[in-house]
C-alpha cells in the first residue's frame, strides 16, 4: 500500500477495485483521513484522495449508487485511544472527494457495525462509545441515502461492539455476540433486527 495502517477499512467497489480509508499508523504519527485503491488488474495501489477526518476503527459501506458511507471511528492516535467520532461522510470514488454529512450518529462510536439493507438503505449499530470512559452502545441508527438522513432507532436488546453483522436471507439482519466494557465481558448472545416501513425493531 502507499502507506502502513491497521483498523482501516476496505470496500470493494461497482467495478471491483477496492477502497481503502482511513486507520492507524503507530504511535509516532497521527491517525490518517487518507484514501487508496487497489486495482486487481494492474495490482497497484493508488492514492485516491482523502476523508474529511481522520478515523480508524470506522465503518465503509458502498451504496447502491457507487459511493461509500463512512461512519464513526477515532480520530486519535493508536497508542492514545481517548475518543470516537459521531460523524458521517460520503465519499465518491470517481472524484476523490467526500462530504461530511449534517446529521450525526446517536453516539460517538468505533468497532460497530454498518450493514446495506436490501432496500439500499445502511443500519448503523453498537460499538464503544466514551460517555466518561469507554464502554458498549446499544444505540442504533438508519441512513437513507435518498434523504441523506440519519434516523434513530430503538436501542438493541444488548449493548455490543465488535460483533458480527450479516443479511438474513429473510431481509433481517443477525447480530451476534461482540463484547461489552468496561467488564470487558464476552457476549454469547444474538439478536435480530427487522425493517419496518420507516424505521425498525430489534
Known amino acids: 500500500m502507499g502507506q502502513a495502517r491497521f483498523d482501516h477499512t476496505a470496500t470493494v467497489l461497482e467495478d471491483g477495485r477496492v477502497l481503502i480509508a482511513g486507520g492507524h499508523a503507530n504511535c509516532a504519527l497521527p491517525t490518517t483521513a487518507a484514501v487508496e485503491i487497489y486495482d486487481p488488474a494492474s495490482k497497484l495501489f493508488t492514492a485516491a484522495g482523502s476523508m474529511t477526518t481522520p478515523r480508524a476503527a470506522h465503518t465503509a459501506t458502498l451504496l447502491l449508487d457507487g459511493r ?26 470517481v472524484t476523490g472527494a467526500s462530504i461530511l454529512l449534517p446529521d450525526r450518529l446517536c453516539s460517538p462510536k468505533s468497532q460497530h457495525g454498518a450493514l446495506s439493507l436490501p432496500d439500499g438503505r445502511v443500519l448503523i449499530a453498537g460499538g464503544w462509545s466514551v460517555d466518561g470512559q469507554e464502554s458498549a452502545t446499544p444505540c442504533a441508527d438508519l441512513f437513507d441515502p435518498v434523504t441523506g438522513a440519519i434516523v434513530r432507532l430503538p436501542d438493541m436488546t444488548a449493548a455490543r461492539g465488535e460483533f458480527a453483522m450479516v443479511t438474513l436471507p429473510d431481509g433481517r439482519v443477525l447480530l451476534a455476540g461482540g463484547g461489552t466494557l468496561p467488564a470487558t465481558l464476552v457476549l454469547q448472545s444474538a439478536e435480530t433486527f427487522a425493517l419496518s416501513t420507516q424505521t425498525g425493531k430489534f
Open 68 to 93: 461509500v458511507l463512512i461512519t464513526g471511528g477515532s480520530p486519535t492516535n493508536a497508542c492514545v485511544p481517548t475518543g470516537q467520532l459521531n460523524t458521517v461522510e460520503i465519499f465518491d470514488p
